[in-house]
């Protein structure tokens, strides 16, 4: 399919930001999108770029009854060249596509929504910021748009990108967070939709994170639904714990996201020659080895904030400091190692990153 290109006219230009320092995340967007439409026993259809603008739904689009929506997460890098790149791109919309097929929606091809995403990015190259830290986030999103009432998939959909320069996810930065282990609330069933990157999963996860908020954390460390017992993940990312000479992560069995960046930590970490499990763990034994001393590092990894340290562990009303309360060596070198990736600084031996531009 040939992909249309509408430009903004000058009045529709948005005035970019000065101050690279205050982008914060998610807040601002580019001049233009990218959408394409499908229709049951149509298929895929009418892809094209236009000026960024407002939806119209119908107000009985089915997404706004029924939760039809998948969303991916991904960024475009700067680098110190003026050079543009995208890291591990196929990858989202493959998982997007695995998402889609749970909630029963069409999937896009791949390499067609690389394709479309690497000219939006590059007809709004000017939009990616310079700064060290900064970045061009990316959110691909499906949603049903049927105007129908009544609880079946849906025969409509629109699948859009939009873009927007960001700064540091979260306002520590690579400072250690704190998070709270949360043994009330639950945020996926094995069965249910944790795997998927569907709008249902982040709906459940806010009453506790804002409660967790509220009493000074950043984020809340879910455990398994069935017997509060293992840990899982943290709202926005996967977790790691470094617990002696071992680097453990929670398997994928279907109640957490199979996070990109999750992947690129388990790659990297195997080829380091360290010892890396994807095991269930108690959080009982990151207790334990938090009082022992042996929990050397605890982490959290996902594209918006790539490796986030933790320094604080509360869990039942007790804090259990990390690392000293500072970021571990591994959370660093690991960091680093990624970003450097990222931003072309140094040769990416997985094949993971893409110059654009």
Not at 107 to 117: G, R, S
Not at 291 to 305: I, N, R, V
Request: aromatic letters at 10%; one cysteine or more; a neutral charge.
């Amino acid at each position: 399919m040939e992909i249309k290109v509408r430009r903004a006219e000058p009045n529709q230009m948005k005035k970019k930001p000065t101050d690279e320092s205050k982008l914060g995340f998610g807040d601002i967007f580019t001049d233009h999108m990218f959408l394409m439409d499908y229709e049951k026993g149509k298929g895929w259809n009418n892809p094209r770029i236009e000026p960024y603008r407002a939806l119209s739904l119908d107000p009985a689009a089915m997404v706004l009854h029924y939760g039809q929506e998948v969303f991916e997460g991904l960024k475009a890098y700067r680098g110190k060249d003026g050079s543009l790149y995208l890291f591990r791109a196929r990858d989202n919309f493959v998982r997007m596509n695995r998402s889609a097929v749970r909630v029963c929606m069409p999937e896009v091809d791949p390499d067609f929504a690389v394709e479309a995403l690497k000219k939006l990015v590059l007809l709004d190259k000017d939009w990616v910021p310079r700064s060290q830290g900064t970045s061009l986030y990316i959110r691909p999103t499906m949603i049903a748009v049927e105007p129908h009432l009544g609880v079946r998939p849906a025969y409509a959909y629109l699948f859009y990108i939009i873009i927007g320069p960001v700064g540091a996810y979260y306002k520590e930065g690579l400072n250690p967070v704190k998070i709270y282990v949360e043994d009330k609330y639950i945020r996926a069933a094995l069965g249910g939709l944790g795997e998927a990157k569907t709008v249902a999963n982040y709906a459940a996860s806010l009453l506790a994170a804002e409660e967790a908020k509220e009493k000074g954390f950043t984020q809340v460390l879910w455990l398994d639904a069935r017997e509060r017992k293992f840990v899982e993940e943290v709202g926005t990312m996967n977790m790691f714990f470094v617990i002696g000479d071992e680097v453990v992560t929670a398997p994928l069995t279907g109640s957490i996201l199979p996070g990109i960046t999750r992947d690129s930590v388990i790659r990297i970490v195997k080829k380091w020659g360290m010892k890396m499990s994807e095991r269930s763990l108690c959080i009982d034994e990151v207790i334990d080895a938090a009082g022992k001393g042996t929990l050397k590092e605890a982490f959290g990894t996902g594209t918006a904030a790539v490796i986030s340290p933790v320094g604080q562990i509360t869990y039942r009303g007790n804090d259990y400091i990390v690392a000293g309360g500072k970021m571990g060596e591994l959370s660093l070198r690991l960091y680093n190692e990624i970003v450097s990736i990222q931003y072309g600084e140094k040769e990416d031996p997985f094949g993971w990153r893409e110059k654009i531009g």
